[in-house]
Nanobody, 115 residues
Framework: QVQLVESGGGLVQAGGSLRLSCAAS????????MGWYRQAPGKQRELVAA???????NYADPVKGRFTISRDNAKNTVYLQMNSLKPEDTAVYYC?????????WGQGTQVTVSS
């Protein structure tokens, strides 16, 4: 089992920044691919960014150049630095990882960007 706990969400004005954190339990964090997803009201959950065990990253087109995903294996934590936030970034953000037979999700953290 892997438990994921997100933090760092909140209310911010357009153009502002937030940093989300996701702390993971367990001793195998360093070999896991970690992802951040988001779900806005009435929309499907979508991938925002992901980082592999080798620190390769990929981003959804709407956040490229504004968001940065990173990880600290010593702290079992993955981060999402969000800059130049837009109202359309408003969503619940979820941390995610997976093993061959199971997908793990955090409880989510709300990010609200006011115009």
């Amino acid at each position: 089992q892997v438990q994921l706990v997100e933090s760092g969400g909140g209310l911010v004005q357009a153009g502002g920044s937030l940093r989300l954190s996701c702390a993971a339990s367990g001793s195998i964090f360093s070999i896991l691919t970690m992802g951040w997803y988001r779900q806005a009201p009435g929309k499907q959950r979508e991938l925002v960014a992901a980082i592999t065990s080798g620190d390769s990253t990929n981003y959804a087109d709407p956040v490229k150049g504004r968001f940065t995903i990173s990880r600290d294996n010593a702290k079992n934590t993955v981060y999402l630095q969000m800059n130049s936030l837009k109202p359309e970034d408003t969503a619940v953000y979820y941390c995610n990882t997976f093993k061959p037979t199971h997908v793990f999700w955090g409880q989510g953290t709300q990010v609200t960007v006011s115009s």
